[in-house]
């Protein structure tokens, strides 16, 4: 078997993998507390919030040449 056949993925392991990955949130939403969850919602939210406001616009700033800026500046 090739490196390739070993990547390539059929639908009987994409169903296998969607399985598994049901079982294992369904595992998480049985054994954490509302608590817990909250606790992961606020971190996930703290976590994503510079990331938002600061290198996703620092990103598209460094992207975007100053010709396309200077353009839709007079838009």
């Given amino acids: 078997m090739t490196n390739r056949a070993q990547q390539t993925l059929d639908l009987a392991n994409d169903a296998q ?13 049985h054994h954490l507390s ?3 969850w909250a606790v992961a919602a606020v971190t996930v939210a703290v976590i994503s919030y510079p990331i938002a406001q600061f290198m996703i616009p620092s990103a598209l700033h460094g992207m975007v040449p100053d010709v396309v800026r200077s353009v839709l500046h007079f838009i």
């Fill in 17 to 29: 993998f969607c399985r598994l990955w049901s079982a294992h949130v369904d595992a998480l939403d």
């Fill in 34 to 36: 509302t608590d817990m």
